[in-house]
């Protein structure tokens, strides 16, 4: 269908290199595309919704969204209020999503909705959704504190009317489909992390040995360069376990507790080192003519977007058998 047909570990690579990126934004939107939206569509998908959706997304010429997230229902996606009723040959959809990237300029959407009563873990379905369709409301273009070159669109859906064939596998495991999803999800955001955190700590080396105070360069504080040596040796220590965790899913097994482990630990140390080297950076850390600034906004999404810190605690205490599994 367009694309080179190599293995995950592919996909983490360009994610680590997007991270030489001065921004979130990009690299963010760029995953959105190769890694979140179309993953099921890949795995699952009929050969003519590949040709219509996938073929185009591959070769730049569509954008594709993904729309899980609403209003009530973040992390929680059990929770989704957003139905897709059959009717004849079509689905009519009414709801609405929240927090959707690139969904102001998408093309298309790969949307979770409710397909039938009953259980939340068996009643959803992905459904590939043209953007262009009469009753899909952009809403609004949503102004945020970081990501600020990615556009994030709330849109709602009133009648809807899109073909049955354009569901993506079976009805009713589009949660199962989604779960999968967004294991590579976390990993890409892990990975896009790595790059700027260790662009921030050698711009930080580099402008505190030229910056003096008190008749010394600021770097040359014990406190200083060792708060930093220990901020690099964290950074490493993440990407051994982005690996071992890439290589584990590569060879097919389940990696949903050291993604969580390596999502949540990214979100904590992003947060360590921009709110760390800000702080070395002085007044001038405050300003927005520094990179450290930047991404102490971007990057904030980490704990957050994917599924927040506390919902990887969650999956992370399931699989140590702390809390019992659903």
Known sequence: ??????????????????????????????????????????????????????????????????????????????????????????????????????????????????????????????????????????????????????????????????????????????????????????LWGVATALTPMETIIQETIDYTGQRKVFGQPVLHNQTVHFRLAELATEVELLRSLLHRTVALYVEGNDVTKFASMAKLKAGRLTREVTDSCLQFWGGMGFTSEVLVSRFYRDLRLMSIGGGTDETMLSIICKYMDILPRK
Request: aromatic fraction near 8%.
């Open 1 to 186: 269908y367009g694309g080179m047909g190599l293995d995950f570990s592919y996909n983490i690579a360009v994610a680590e290199e997007l991270g030489n990126i001065r921004c979130g934004g990009i690299p963010m939107a760029i995953g959105v595309q190769a890694g979140m939206a179309t993953p099921a569509l890949t795995r699952f998908g009929s050969h003519e919704l590949k040709k219509q959706f996938l073929v185009p997304t591959i070769a730049g010429d569509f954008v594709a969204c993904l729309g899980i997230s609403e209003a009530g229902a973040g992390s929680d996606v059990a929770n989704i209020k957003t139905t897709a009723v059959k009717k004849g040959d079509e689905y009519v959809i009414n709801g609405g999503k929240m927090w959707i990237t690139s969904g102001s300029q998408a093309d298309w959407m790969c949307l979770l909705a409710n397909t039938s009563e009953g259980p939340p873990h068996l009643n959803k379905s992905l459904i590939c959704l043209p953007m262009n369709l009469p009753g899909i409301h952009v809403a609004k273009k949503i102004d945020k504190l970081g990501m600020r070159s990615s556009d994030t669109a709330q849109i709602f859906f009133e009648d809807v009317r899109v073909p049955c064939k354009n569901l993506i596998g079976e009805e009713g495991k589009g949660f199962t489909y989604q779960m999968l999803q967004f294991q590579e999800e976390r």
